[in-house]
C-alpha cells in the first residue's frame, strides 16, 4: 500500500521546537528525493525543505538555518526538525516527493505556533 504517515505536530510557543516524521511505504524510498510541504490557513501548499537520496538539501529561504531536514533509509522514514518557530510557520505538514505525486498525500500533521 502506498501512503505517507506524518506525525509530531503539535501546539508550541513562539520560540519552542517541534521535530515531525513521515513514514513511507510503497514507494522506493531510497532512491527518491523526498520534500516537506506545509499549507498555512487560506494559502496554497508549498514545499519549505527537500532531501535527496544522497541527502544534498534544499530549503525555502523562510525557514534556511532554523529548519533541518534529514532521513533514515533504512526506516523510510524522513524527519524535520523544527527551531526558533514562528506564528508564520503554523500550517499542516506533509511529506512526498519533491515532485509530488497526488496519490501519496497524507492526512499531514498540524503544526500551531503561538505568539
Known amino acids: 500500500q502506498v501512503q505517507m504517515v506524518e506525525s509530531g505536530g503539535g501546539l508550541v510557543q513562539a520560540g519552542g521546537s517541534l521535530r515531525l516524521s513521515c513514514a513511507a511505504s510503497?514507494?522506493?524510498?531510497?532512491?527518491?528525493?523526498m520534500a516537506w510541504y506545509r499549507q498555512a490557513p487560506g494559502k496554497q501548499r508549498e514545499v519549505v525543505a527537500s532531501i535527496s537520496p544522497g541527502s544534498r538539501r534544499n530549503y525555502a529561504d523562510s525557514v534556511k538555518d532554523r529548519f533541518t531536514i534529514s532521513r533514515d533509509n533504512a526506516k523510510n522514514t524522513v524527519y524535520l526538525q523544527m527551531n526558533t518557530l514562528r506564528p508564520e510557520d503554523t500550517g499542516v505538514y506533509y511529506c512526498?516527493?519533491?515532485?509530488?505525486?497526488?496519490?501519496?498525500w497524507g492526512q499531514g500533521t498540524q503544526v500551531t505556533v503561538s505568539s
Open positions: 510503497g514507494i522506493l524510498f531510497s532512491i527518491k528525493t
Open positions: 512526498n516527493t519533491v515532485v509530488p505525486v497526488g496519490g501519496l
